[in-house]
């Protein structure tokens, strides 16, 4: 099942390369009053377009050209068709490439900012009233779309929506490099001693290491990407299955935590200690609500095919997953608020916020974000998220770490003889670690 998904997952991605292979269709450019070829965020004043084609001869007998539209033009050609004749959509063209030779490249005029433009197929069939192709050339094409770089040449396949991603990646990682480094060996050692908060730590660990490799995914298919357009699509899909792995463990996790701990603590349950996978009621409602992020997921994944692991929520499968973690993170708030209000020990209180601290930014930011994002333009949506989303949970992960690596309050918390803080041990046990 996992190689499966990451192989749809890999098909999916190719819709990212900016390199662009295939075949031009005049059947299907007839049908779709012009074949759909890439669509790019140019900006500067030197990018661009560089088309090669294989069959000039049959080309030129169709009359075969790329037509260029700005996204405003072509969004609102496609939303009211019938307003508008194939001739008049020809017209609405910024520009008009024929193809009457092997290799054209095609300078794309001056920009003030950033915009997005359509490369369209077109040719004399494609506004007849029927279509009538006696003779069906195959034309393959290789098409390039390419911005300027630092120095004003035009050889950057980034578009305006994903420049800077490759460097903020490869600084992730070598963020993750420098930190194994040096926590590494003391957070094994601190595992395999066991304890009380073995299995929040092994989890905790575990999802850290899939956003490591997800990091590091991610530059490997930027790094190719930056050198021919295209990548390394099932390197970028195993990328966003590591993130998906990632955002469904620690939800079980953080979900299990707080629900058992609420749901008991709501019940005034003192018979013993909470586990965090333990309490049959939390453990249901835990299971429930990461099927539903699985499902949301995965079917986002199909529906948006262009992004790079954090979306900007335009489908309804985004709209649902982002109404599920405000869901959660209420649901959470409302049982904190009651367990802070009624407890009189500060150190337990101080526990229940840190640990507050953490979920509540794990399940809001990616709402908060998406809600922000707005007051950016469009080019910047994608990467305020993922830049964002990434730097939000890394917080997160480092105060929840912080909050059960802190031994001297293991003790402090185990030594009041409390059934009231997640995690704590049994008395029968506690002379085990702390003898």
Known sequence: MLWRLLAVLSLLGMGKAKTVHG??????AWH????????????????????RISNVAAAVGKEAAICLFQEEEWIKMQESLEEYSCPERLSLAQASIPLNQTEYNYTLPQMVYPKAWYAIYMDKYTCLMSYEDPKADDITFQVTVLNPDAAGNPF???GANESGLHEFFFLLVLVYFVASCIYVQALWQTIKKG??????????????????????????????YSKDGKGVPFVGSFAEFCDIASEVQMLYLLLSL????????????????????????STGIAVVAVTAQVILLLW??????NHHSFHAHRSLAGTLLIALKICLAISLACGLYHI?????????????????????????????????????????REKVITIG?????????????RLFLSHSLYWEVSSLSSVTLPLTISSGHRSRYYS
């Not at 304890?195 to 590091?216: E, I, R, W």
Request: net charge positive.
């Open 156 to 158: 950057d396949h980034f």
């Open 195 to 224: 304890g009380p908060m073995h299995t929040v730590l092994k989890v905790l660990s575990s999802v850290l290491l899939l956003q490591a490799l997800s990091a590091f995914a991610n530059y490997l298919h930027f790094s190719r």
């Open 389 to 401: 989303v990434i730097l939000c949970q890394s917080v997160s992960m480092i105060i929840l770490y």
């Open 32 to 51: 779709s009053r012009g074949q759909h070829i890439v669509t790019f965020l140019f900006h500067g004043d030197q990018a661009v377009l560089r088309i």
């Open 300 to 305: 986002e994944q199909f529906e948006d095919t």
């Open 340 to 380: 802070i209000n009624v407890e009189r020990s500060t150190m337990k209180r101080q526990f229940y916020i840190t640990f507050a601290k953490g979920c509540f930014l794990w399940f809001l930011c990616h709402p908060t974000l998406v809600a922000l994002s707005f007051i950016f333009k469009e080019y910047q």
């Open 23 to 28: 075949s031009f269709d005049s059947a299907l």
């Open 258 to 281: 707080c629900m058992g701990w609420t749901l008991s603590r709501m019940k005034k349950s003192q018979g013993r200690p909470l586990q965090w996978d333990s309490t049959p009621t």
